[in-house]
Each structure stands twice: as C-alpha cells, then as structure tokens.
C-alpha cells in the first residue's frame, strides 16, 4: 500500500462528505476502507500470525469472552488474509503422559533423627499406656521440614516410627499418623487427603505455597529452586498437591474473614477475569483497611452477596457494574469516570471531547478539593459545574458523551457520597490494587485448572493479604493451619491486629 497522508477523522461529518465531488469521495472511500483493513488486520495479530507473545494473546482460546475476534472477517478476505484459528487450550491432561517413563526417588533419604510415636490410652479398655508395656514398630515415613536457625533456615530429615502397645487387658493399640478431610474431585485417580504421613512438613508446605502464590514461580521452577538450594528433591506433583493442600487448610479461616468483613464500615469491591481451564471466570476482591477476602466464580450478583452478604449496612467502594448497584450506601469510584473522560477527550467528536475535558477537569477538581477539605460553598460550586456539564450532554449527539453523562446522572448519589462522607475514599484503588498481584500471575500462569484450584488459590490469597493487613505473619499461621489440618482439626480463626 503507498504511504499517504493520513487521514484526519475528527474533520468529517455528513456535511463534509456531502460538500466532496465525486472523485474526492471515491478517493476518500478508498483510504478509508485501506485504513480499516490494516486496524482489522492489526487488531487480530498474535502470537501464531505475528511477533507478538504468546503472554499477549488471550487466555480463553478465543472462547465467548471475545466475539468479535472471529467473526465479520470479511475485510481480512478481502486483503487475501486467512482468517486464523483462535488458539485453543491444550486437551492434554496435565502430569505424566501415558507411556512416558516414571520418575523416582535416586538416593534414599538419610534421618538425622528418630521421633516416635506411641498410643496414648488402650483402645479396648481406656488404661493409659505405659513405655514398659510390651510395644513393636507398626510404621514408619521420612518428613522433611523447614527448621528455624538464629540465623536462616535448614530442612531436617526425619523418620517418625509409629507404635503398637499390647495393653496388660491382653488388646493391642495401634498408633497412626494423622488424617485430614478428603478433597474429591471427579475423574482425579488420587483424591486430595492432608495426613501427617506425608513427605512435606507443614512449614515446607506453607513455604512451596508461598514460592507458588507470593512469588508467582512455576512448579517446575520451585523444584528447581528447592534442588539447587536447598538439595531438596521433589517431584512437579508433590508440589503441586502441596499447594493444593495448603489452599485446602486456608479454606476455614476464609470462612472467619467473611465474618470480620461484614462487620467492616466500608468495603472496597472490584472484580476482574479469571481462566480456569479455558473458561471465563471472575475474581472478586471485596476488602476493608484490615481484612481481604477473594473469591473466584461467575460474575453474577450472589458472588458478591457471598462476600458481603445482604444485611450490609456499611459503605460499598466500587465501579460503575450493575451488580454494586443494588446496595444503598454506595461510592462509586471516580478513577473509572475519569478514565471515561479521558477517553472522549480522545475522541474524534469535537463537542464530545470537549465535555471529556470538562469532566477530567471537574472531577479531579472534586477530588482535589475534597482533600483539601475546602469549605461547602465552593464543593457545591463544583458539583453545580459538573452537574451541570452532564445535564448539557444528556441528550448530545455523540453516543458516548450521552452514555456518560447518563450514567454519571443516574448515579449521581453514588458519586458524590465522599463529598459528605469524609472517611470514604474517592476511588476504588485499594481493591485494583489488591488485585494487581492476581493480574500478573494471570499473566505468569494463565489461571487455575478446576474448582479446587481456584478455591485454594483465592484463600491463599485472602489469608496473605488479610495477614499482610493486620501485621501478622502469614507464612508462620499457615504452617500452623496445615498441621492442625493433618489431624482433621479446623484451622483457628486469624487474630486481630498484630
Ligand atoms: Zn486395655
């Protein structure tokens, strides 16, 4: 295509066009039907058709989420371009592929020390157990685990032997690690069990989860890292049930933030995509100054009445999506409008992008004021301005401007609510910002798998950010939570603040 002047967009309108001859309309149609073609092109690049990243194309596979990517195509025909597959989710199961050689243990695992285990009480007749009672070895398994040092950390080999004691009633009791809940999913060969019979020690646990969920590092990675520094061996398997399991502990204390959330004065909600598997799913965040609970599901109202419940009476922070909506006292956040202002003032429409300008003007002013906590007259002089700029657009003839000053009308309450509430903030950048982390290993890992996956991951994410919050140490609490989940016991609730 010979390189031409470009053409500027925001000079047309149906008086323009219709002023042109013939010939320049023609000449005109041509550019512009050129200029599509190559935004049609452009706008489906990627990675398999272009130098583009693979982290750049979409994670759904070209699924529901993005319509418009495969269909009307007629343009790219017309530039004599196929039209190209949506990248698809690989089908393949995830581990070890049938007929693919196994992978074991090398060298055995050496004790430093012996812990063992003996029933406390007969079973047959409740005496408690004495050492000098007659007593043979039942079983026995290695469990490596973290172990504090005055300075750092080192992973200690040891073997726990477990007992059996014949009671003087003649009954013999058997001691056994212990067990936690079953986690089932369907179709899995292995069900999810947490048992204290297992190779990785709660503080390991907690500390493969935090590498996986704090540190974004990929499974494989963490073996690395665990073999190259810590001359720890385990499989992409064990870690991975690892952090299902530490996700499984994490899952009760979540119960206990809802509680505390919904006691909170103002809440800050946002939500954003999340694949699982290829699917569209939503992660919600709703969180106060001091606890944060996350949750992955559809983007239907009952995923945040799950979090906050009905009875709320608090302070909601969030954007404009309809799902906020129903609750009474509200503040809707002003980064988006803003943001919306800055794209009309982008525009091509020139009134439009004038009212864009107006808005970015007036609201960062509101925002600006409110902070300086400027006296009641010259706050009303602000919103009278604003008000008025979208009563002035209610009806423009640029759909966006319309759409705008619309929805800043009809939630007008909403938006000014900090005006007359000085505890609440103007935005909702506390919630975007606790999802940011997620945002980036959405990146990293192109989301969870299945249900457990994604329940685990969001109440690792809740516990470390609510800890993050009251000052607590996350990693400690979780070790402990995983413990005590090995017997079957329910993790404790998070302590207040620090
Ligand atoms: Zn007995």
Redesign the pocket.
């Given at each position: 295509m010979p390189k031409q002047p470009p053409v500027d967009l925001s000079a047309m309108d149906r008086a323009f066009f219709e002023q042109l001859d013939p010939a320049a309309r023609l000449e005109l149609l041509c550019r512009l039907h050129a200029m599509t073609v190559e935004l049609a092109e452009r706008l489906a690049q990627n990675s398999s058709n272009s130098s583009k990243p693979p982290s750049s194309d979409g994670p759904f596979g070209g699924g529901p989420s993005k319509p418009e990517s495969g269909q009307n195509l007629g343009p790219k025909a017309a530039a004599g371009t196929k039209p190209s597959a949506p990248p698809s989710f690989p089908t393949r199961k995830p581990g070890k592929q049938p007929g693919a050689k196994g992978k074991w243990r090398c060298e055995a695992l050496v004790a430093e020390r012996t812990e063992n285990h003996y029933p406390a009480r007969?079973d047959?007749?409740g005496?408690p157990l004495e050492l000098w009672h007659e007593t043979k070895g039942n079983s026995g398994h290695f469990v490596l685990d973290l172990e504090p040092l005055p300075s750092g950390l080192r992973v200690a080999c040891v073997l726990h032997l477990y007992h059996v004691v014949r009671?003087p009633?003649g009954?013999e009791t058997t001691e056994r690690p212990g067990k936690g809940l079953v986690s089932a999913v369907e179709g899995r060969k292995r069900d999810l069990q947490p048992s204290e019979a297992s190779l990785i020690g709660p503080a390991l646990a907690s500390f493969i989860a935090a590498l996986a969920v704090r540190y974004r590092l990929s499974r494989a990675k963490i073996v690395e890292l665990l073999s190259t520094w810590l001359h720890v061996r385990l499989s992409v398997g064990s870690i991975d049930r690892c952090i299902r399991e530490v996700g499984l502990a994490c899952e009760p204390i979540v119960e206990g933030l809802i509680e505390d959330l919904r006691l909170c004065g103002i809440i800050n909600a946002d939500e954003t995509p999340w694949p699982q598997r290829g699917h569209l799913r939503w992660l919600w965040v709703a969180l106060s100054s001091t606890t944060a609970v996350f949750k992955i599901g559809s983007r239907k109202a009952e995923e945040i009445r799950d979090l906050i419940g009905d009875a709320f009476l608090g302070w909601l922070v969030s954007d404009g999506y309809g799902v906020y909506r129903s609750y009474k006292h509200r503040q809707r956040c002003l980064a988006h409008l803003i943001r919306k202002g800055i794209a009309l003032s982008d525009g091509y429409d020139h009134d439009a992008s004038r009212f864009g300008e107006w808005l970015v003007r007036e609201l960062r002013g509101l925002i600006h004021a409110v902070a300086q906590e400027d006296d009641a007259g010259a706050l009303n002089l602000i919103l009278a301005r604003l008000k008025r700029a979208c009563l002035l657009n209610n009806d423009a003839d640029a759909t966006k401007a319309r759409a705008v000053a619309r929805e800043i009308l009809n939630d007008w309450d909403a938006i000014i609510a900090f005006v007359t509430n000085k505890e609440l903030p103007p935005t909702n950048n506390d919630a975007e910002s606790a999802l940011r982390h997620a945002v980036i290993a959405r990146r990293i890992s192109f989301g969870t798998r299945n249900d457990e996956g994604s329940r685990a991951y969001a109440a690792i994410l809740s516990v470390i950010e609510t800890c993050r919050r009251r000052k607590l140490d996350a990693w400690d609490f979780i070790a402990k939570a995983v413990h005590v989940a090995r017997r079957g016991v329910i993790p404790t609730r998070l302590p207040a603040m620090a």
């Open positions: 007969c047959a007749c005496t009671c009633c009954a």
